[in-house]
């Protein structure tokens, strides 16, 4: 059964939607209804508006130390509960449920960090030129902000909007996708249950155009904060420019993957083939073209087609699930039409290439080797299980051809050679690079892209610093 009751937190309170607008929501891999999600009317966005504007009255004078209690508080919550919010965010999304823990636990890492790193918005002091003058630089919240995200991550994107600005002093109203609402909903219960104050988190659902609208078009809102695709994202900056809010945009990307015949191809293959899988390529730093070296080209597509061959597909909630359904039904028709493309093109199918089944939204793990740089797969994000493999001769011409898209935001290479790692490090024109392993995305370590991916980081103390504001105080004769 499904764990969880979808509802709107408005100014401390769980409630429906004043005018009882509800969509339904469907399990991806079985296509059942769950529940229901409630919209938020116009004027229960107007109350959230005001309630957070409140709510951050409250939150940004409560001291740091004891906003740190309240969020270390909702982070026990979370470990407790982590077996329904999992289970939760494997039926809603369909992502296997070993894996829905592991991101609950980075939901819970994530809260303690901004938790702690929030006691460390620290100013500095400017020596002054008028004698006896004291000249402080001071870090004060940004003020009320607000979210939008995405659903590949329920858990992940929510926390690193929500916990960024409430380590930072900010009151947050985020709208978390309508297809993935009960794990932002079960996580928004820990930190009510902890003893936020109202208002401080206000959680709404509805028509994401709408909302967004009516949100931005406010002038409560002092910064926004978006996961999501880059159109999406572009549309959201121009509506925050009315009322000059701060933005923060974690968009797509288009990830090359480079391996040099010098890599260690065995590991490489293991990292990459499981990394491309992972989410059913539903990860905005998921790799999505690979280029690989002459020599190593032939092996590598072998190996990669092994690998995509023995992914277990299934439900997530079934034991040994390794890959579970894509998000929705739109999203098997992007899929084939990307690999209609790359055949047209040229590109060789190794395997994969269509709809498992016909009920749940399940993709086969596909490889198409030999893909020609001008496919639409090697230049708009695929964000699914497919992957484009092409061979690539020197350096240079590999540099050329990864850095070829307006995109900027992971990139993976393997090698063995340090002198070669570190040339690509700082050839590559992206916000991430990570050698020889995938791990970009931790709660310490900044984290978002460069050109159309985005600007601004989540994680880090840029994470916290994207909540905060500057303020200069110069003082004499006191
Ligand atoms: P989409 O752009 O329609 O939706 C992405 C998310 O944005 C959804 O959760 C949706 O609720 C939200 N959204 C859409 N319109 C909005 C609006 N006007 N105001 C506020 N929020 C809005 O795309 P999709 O079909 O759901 O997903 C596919 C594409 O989205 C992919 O091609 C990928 O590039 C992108 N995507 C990126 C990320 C990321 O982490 N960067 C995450 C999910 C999707």
């Known amino acids: 059964m499904y764990p969880e009751k979808i509802e709107l937190l408005i100014n401390?309170?769980?409630?429906?939607?004043?005018?009882?607008?509800?969509?339904?929501?469907?399990?991806?891999?079985?296509?059942?209804?769950?529940?229901?999600?409630?919209?938020?009317?116009?004027?229960?966005?107007?109350?959230?508006?005001q309630t957070s504007k409140e709510g951050f009255k409250v939150w940004r004078a409560t001291p740091p130390l004891q906003r740190q209690a309240i969020m270390e508080k909702a982070a026990r919550l979370m470990e407790d509960r982590v077996d329904d919010i999992a289970r939760t965010l494997t039926l809603e999304m369909g992502k296997p449920y070993g894996e829905s823990k592991i991101e609950v636990g980075f939901v819970v890492d994530v809260t303690r960090w901004y938790a702690e790193e929030g006691k460390?918005?620290?100013?500095?002091?400017?020596?002054?030129?008028?004698?006896?003058?004291?000249?402080?630089?001071?870090?004060?919240?940004?003020g009320p902000a607000c979210a939008f995200v995405a659903w590949n991550f329920p858990g992940t994107n929510v926390i690193r909007?929500?916990?960024?600005?409430?380590?930072?002093?900010?009151?947050?109203?985020?709208?978390?996708?309508?297809?993935?609402?009960?794990?932002?909903?079960?996580?928004?219960?820990?930190?009510?249950?902890?003893?936020?104050?109202?208002g401080v988190l206000n959680v709404v659902f509805g028509v994401p155009d709408e909302v967004s609208r009516h949100v931005l078009g406010s002038w409560i809102p002092r910064k926004v904060s978006f996961t999501g695709s880059i159109p999406v994202g572009k549309h959201l900056q121009k509506l925050s420019a009315e009322t000059l809010k701060r933005c923060t945009m974690e968009l797509g990307g288009h990830s090359p993957v480079i391996v040099f015949d010098d890599a260690d191809v065995e590991k490489a293959l293991n990292t990459a083939a499981g990394f491309k899988f992972r989410n059913a390529g539903q990860v905005c730093i998921s790799p999505t073209r690979f280029y690989v070296q002459d020599k190593t080209y032939k092996s590598?597509?072998?190996?990669?087609?092994?690998?995509?061959?023995?992914?277990?597909?299934?439900?997530?909630?079934?034991?040994?699930?390794?890959?579970?359904?894509?998000?929705?039904?739109?999203?098997?028709?992007?899929?084939?039409a990307f690999v209609a493309d790359a055949r047209d093109?040229?590109?060789?199918?190794?395997?994969?290439?269509?709809?498992?089944?016909?009920?749940?939204?399940?993709?086969?793990?596909?490889?198409?080797?030999?893909?020609?740089?001008?496919?639409?797969i090697m230049n708009d994000e695929p964000f699914g299980p497919v992957a484009p493999i092409t061979p690539f001769n020197t350096f240079d011409e590999v540099v050329e051809r990864a850095n070829s898209l307006p995109f900027g935001l992971a990139s993976y290479v393997f090698t063995s050679d340090g002198g070669k790692a570190a040339k690509m490090e700082d050839a590559?024109?992206?916000?991430?690079?990570?050698?020889?392993?995938?791990?970009?995305?931790?709660?310490?370590?900044?984290?978002?892209?460069?050109?159309?991916?985005g600007y601004g980081s989540e994680g880090g103390i840029e994470g916290l610093d994207a909540f905060l504001r500057t303020k200069f105080v110069t003082e004499v004769g006191v």
Not at 19 to 37: F, R, S, Y
Not at 121 to 134: K, L, T
């Open 12 to 49: 401390g309170k769980w409630r429906e939607g004043s005018e009882g607008k509800t969509e339904p929501l469907i399990n991806p891999a079985t296509e059942e209804v769950l529940a229901d999600v409630p919209h938020a009317s116009p004027a229960d966005l107007e109350e959230a508006l």
């Open 120 to 142: 460390r918005a620290y100013g500095r002091i400017v020596p002054a030129r008028i004698p006896g003058a004291r000249q402080m630089v001071m870090k004060e919240p940004v």
């Open 161 to 198: 909007k929500v916990a960024g600005a409430l380590g930072a002093g900010c009151s947050m109203l985020i709208k978390p996708s309508e297809e993935t609402p009960g794990t932002a909903v079960a996580i928004a219960r820990c930190f009510q249950d902890a003893g936020l104050p109202p």
């Open 300 to 336: 590598f597509v072998e190996g990669f087609t092994e690998r995509a061959n023995a992914i277990k597909v299934g439900n997530g909630m079934d034991d040994g699930v390794q890959m579970g359904p894509l998000i929705a039904d739109r999203r098997l028709g992007v899929m084939d």
């Open 345 to 376: 093109c040229g590109g060789r199918v190794t395997t994969g290439g269509e709809r498992m089944g016909n009920q749940g939204y399940f993709y086969a793990p596909t490889v198409i080797a030999d893909v020609p740089d001008e496919a639409k």
């Open 428 to 453: 590559l024109d992206v916000g991430l690079v990570g050698v020889n392993h995938p791990f970009v995305a931790m709660p310490e370590t900044p984290f978002g892209g460069v050109n159309e991916s």
